[in-house]
């Protein structure tokens, strides 16, 4: 069992790992050995994740997330499978955790003050004041 948040625990068999070859430079070891890793997770049939969650996590994952409903998460910064593999459950944890997160309350919208209205128009005048200041002496255009 892993826990993400105190209410969401997923089960193990829900994250499966597939070790791939990694791409890029690295010589003749990494034509060798499959150290990359793409973990793949069932976001529409997972039973540990609420309604709202889910809702969330379909949001944030973008184009990580397959037409069926499978967010791929793919790690191969490191030379080693375990940390590869650690790193991608990390990512996919951090996922999770953010879509758990509930949002946050919609912005209310308010007017400005008197008070605030006349502080902006001083300071605008100030504001043109200075400029004015700044033409050649003895025209007034």
């Known amino acids: 069992m892993i826990e993400v948040t105190p209410d969401i625990v997923l089960a193990d068999d829900e994250i499966q790992a597939r070790f791939v070859r990694a791409s890029g430079p690295g010589g003749q070891h990494v034509n060798k050995t499959s150290t ?3 973990l793949r997770f069932d976001v529409r049939a ?3 994740l609420p309604e709202g969650v889910r809702a969330r ?3 944030l994952a973008g184009s990580r997330l ?3 409903g499978v967010l791929i998460v793919v790690a191969q910064s490191y030379r080693s499978q375990e940390m590869n593999r650690q790193d991608a ?3 996919l944890l951090g996922l999770i955790r ?3 997160e509930p949002p946050p309350p919609p912005r209310k919208k308010t007017k ?3 008070a605030s209205k006349l502080r902006r128009l001083e300071g605008k005048t100030k504001r043109s004041g200075v400029k004015a200041m700044r033409g050649r002496p003895g ?3």
């Open 46 to 48: 997972s039973p540990s």
């Open 112 to 114: 400005p003050t008197y």
């Open 89 to 91: 459950l990390d990512r």
């Open 66 to 68: 397959t037409q069926d």
């Open 57 to 59: 996590l379909y949001r």
């Open 98 to 100: 953010k879509a758990a």
């Open 36 to 38: 990359a890793v793409e």
């Open 139 to 141: 025209r007034d255009d």
